[in-house]
T-cell receptor
């Protein structure tokens, strides 16, 4: 079974802090993703990565950056946390090939509160 | 870009059949996924369609019409544990695996 592990289930930080959310997958997947999920807005893609050191902006990258130094680890960074970044953050991974039925496998999520 | 529409909420009776619809407008298309998400949990994969037609997997089936930009998820013999949100997600064309999710349909199964 694919295991996607997020470092924290709940996290509370203060406005202006630099926040790191870590995600590790154990199935050698090429693709990794960061989403945030808010009521009424669904899952929105922040960033994704299709290879080590490669990254692509998703739909809402502002205020975030990412790092992928190793294949199994994808980090989301909030450069200067703001209250509108309070949300549930979900990490996911998937295989690249063969292109077809390659679903994303999700971690349990990190509920981040910015005070 | 992608635009994906699903009903916000649905209610159905235990033992019945329910159909959850999803319509999409995309600049490219390379497959449609359905996920189930119980409250407070991560989404889990249910089904995948890339060609027109029906895919059946036990009590769950998913249908796709690419020309109409339309899919549905059919749940048969509903059980109380099927109460969850159901997310429709579309993968863009091209080499990347970027997937855009709909806002989800919250299904409540009642006795």
């Amino acid at each position: 079974d694919v295991k996607v592990t997020q470092s924290s289930r709940y996290l509370v930080k203060r406005t202006g802090e630099k926040v790191f959310l870590e995600c590790v997958q154990d199935m050698d997947h090429e693709n990794m993703f960061w989403y945030r999920q808010d009521p009424g807005l669904g899952l929105r893609l922040i960033y994704f990565s299709y290879d080590v050191k490669m990254k692509e902006k998703g739909d809402i990258p502002e205020g975030y950056s990412v790092s992928r130094e190793k294949k199994e680890r994808f980090s989301l960074i909030l450069e200067s946390a703001s209250t509108n970044q309070t949300s549930m953050y979900l990490c996911a991974s998937s295989l690249s090939a063969p292109v077809g039925n390659q679903p994303q496998h999700f971690g349990d999520g990190t509920r981040l509160s910015i005070l | 870009g992608q635009n994906i529409d699903q009903p916000t909420e649905m209610t159905a009776t235990e033992g019945a059949i329910v159909q959850i619809n999803c319509t999409y407008q995309t600049s490219g298309f390379n497959g449609l996924f359905w996920y189930q998400q119980h409250a407070g949990e991560a989404p889990t994969f249910l089904s995948y369609n890339v060609l027109d037609g029906l895919e059946e997997k036990g009590r769950f089936s998913s249908f796709l019409s690419r020309s109409k930009g339309y899919s549905y998820l059919l749940l048969k013999e509903l059980q109380m544990k099927d109460s969850a949100s159901y997310l429709c997600a579309v993968r863009e064309g091209g080499g990347y695996q970027k997937v855009t999710f709909g806002t989800g349909t919250k299904l409540q199964v009642i006795p």
